[in-house]
């Protein structure tokens, strides 16, 4: 029966499926480390990109946020919000797509800390979007696309590992 619901998928979101897995895994798997180490191939702290996008760039967007939802529910591990978050920044970037990261925090019912993140592209919010609206935006890293006169941020996300 699930494979059949695939089959229903636009091919385009189809062939990202395996490349959105993979990249789940390896957000997973960078997730293992510190903070701090995994955070830099986010972007620019504190920096927001721009909300408009190119016509033909929110199809390819919308694309990309669909193979990672149905990727992160056939996933052997757990695919956080975040590791959904850090899989679509990279899918974005090889795509040369501004993107940007936002993590959050709330309370929840039970009194305690909880987080959130998700990410957005141009207009469009790509993970995370039906829950964001519940918490208060405390970080923000924005990513240009790597163009020729934007190596700064190519040379920073270079080493994910």
Same mark, same amino acid.
């Given at each position: 029966?699930?494979?059949?619901?695939?089959?229903?998928? #636009?091919?385009?979101?189809?062939?990202?499926? #395996?490349? *959105? &897995?993979?990249?789940?895994?390896?957000? @997973?798997? @960078?997730? @293992?480390?510190?903070?701090?180490?995994?955070? %830099?191939? &986010?972007?620019?702290?504190? $920096? $927001?990109?721009?909300?408009?996008?190119?016509?033909?760039? $929110?199809?390819?967007?919308?694309?990309?946020?669909?193979?990672?939802?149905?990727?992160?529910? =056939?996933?052997?591990?757990? !695919? !956080?919000?975040?590791?959904?978050?850090?899989?679509?920044?990279?899918?974005?970037?090889?795509?040369?797509?501004?993107?940007?990261? =936002?993590? %959050?925090?709330?309370?929840? *019912?039970?009194?305690?800390?909880?987080?959130?993140?998700?990410?957005? !592209?141009? #207009?469009? =919010?790509?993970?995370? $979007? @039906?829950?964001?609206?519940?918490?208060?935006?405390?970080?923000?890293?924005?990513?240009?696309?790597?163009?020729?006169?934007?190596?700064?941020?190519?040379?920073?996300? !270079?080493?994910?590992?």
């Amino acid at each position: 029966m699930r494979i059949q619901r695939l089959f229903l998928l #636009p091919p385009k979101v189809r062939r990202l499926l #395996p490349e *959105a &897995w993979l990249e789940l895994g390896c957000a @997973r798997f @960078r997730q @293992r480390r510190s903070f701090g180490d995994y955070s %830099g191939a &986010w972007g620019i702290c504190m $920096e $927001e990109t721009s909300w408009q996008c190119e016509d033909g760039q $929110e199809e390819y967007i919308r694309h990309i946020s669909q193979a990672v939802d149905v990727a992160s529910r =056939y996933t052997p591990w757990r !695919s !956080s919000c975040l590791v959904q978050a850090a899989a679509a920044m990279t899918l974005l970037g090889r795509r040369k797509l501004d993107c940007t990261l =936002y993590l %959050g925090t709330a309370k929840n *019912a039970a009194g305690r800390l909880a987080a959130h993140a998700w990410v957005r !592209s141009g #207009p469009i =919010y790509v993970t995370g $979007e @039906r829950e964001m609206k519940e918490f208060t935006v405390v970080g923000i890293f924005g990513r240009h696309a790597v163009t020729a006169t934007n190596t700064k941020i190519a040379d920073k996300g !270079s080493s994910l590992f």
